[in-house]
């Protein structure tokens, strides 16, 4: 059962770019890593998903390395409207189960 | 486009009332559908899903139930609320498992049990 681990928090500051990593170590052939972003009292919103090496969109890049137990959200050029909490998903292929990571939040300074 | 409705957006029940909460999805075919639940500060606990009408699995034991009804309607409920049910209630929907499930929330209802 794969279980995903995240930092619990971290800050940056407007304009930097900020990394995310989440681990998730068993994690299987089929499986997808989603990324979301909550802003309170606010329903997640997906943000990028990946199955191997890179995927970039209009808001972020994922990087996932050939061994896939860890992959890293890039947020390009921060800015205090990215303040939120950003949470890491394996998504099984085969059933609907879905393990969320606890989040880890980002906080951006002026 | 796709939309996912939920209500009521915020509830004060008292301890032992019962509870519905209710999720819509409109745009889209055999959705699979979840609930969650966030407690205050904390991350997301899956509750149920379900990839068809009247298909419902429970991820953990608990006071609530679910059920579908209808294809693009699913339904959380209670007989018998207890304080450890307020939270904040998610229903998200996704495509065809096989494809990342990739999920789409609603807006949530904030549930306070007193």
């Known amino acids: 059962l794969a279980k995903t681990t995240q930092p619990i928090s971290m800050d940056s500051y407007e304009g930097q770019e900020v990394n995310i990593t989440c681990s998730h170590n068993?994690?299987?052939?089929?499986?997808?890593i989603t990324w979301y972003q909550q802003f309170p009292s606010q329903g997640p919103r997906f943000i990028i998903q990946g199955y191997k090496t890179k995927v970039t969109n209009e808001v972020a890049s994922l990087f996932i390395p050939a061994d896939r137990k860890s992959s890293t959200l890039s947020l390009p050029r921060v800015s205090l409207s990215d303040t939120a909490v950003y949470y890491c998903l394996v998504a099984y292929s085969s059933a609907s189960k879905i393990i969320f990571g606890s989040g880890t939040r980002l906080s951006i300074r002026p | 486009s796709q939309t996912i409705h939920q209500w009521p957006a915020t509830l004060v029940q008292p301890v032992g009332s019962p509870l519905s909460l209710e999720c819509t999805v409109e745009?889209?075919?055999?959705?699979?559908l979840y609930w969650y639940r966030q407690a205050a500060g904390r991350g997301l606990q899956l509750l149920f899903y379900s990839v068809g009408i009247g298909q419902i699995s429970s991820e953990v034991p608990q006071n609530l139930s679910a059920s579908r009804p209808q294809d693009r309607q699913f339904i959380l409920s209670s007989k018998k609320l207890l304080l450890s049910d307020s939270g904040f209630y998610l229903c998200?929907?996704?495509?065809?498992?096989?494809?990342?499930?990739?999920?789409?929330f609603g807006p949530g209802t904030r549930l306070t049990v007193t």
């Open positions: 998200a929907w996704s495509g065809l498992a096989g494809k990342g499930n990739e999920q789409y």
């Open positions: 745009g889209t075919s055999n959705p699979n």
């Open positions: 068993n994690i299987a052939t089929n499986d997808y």
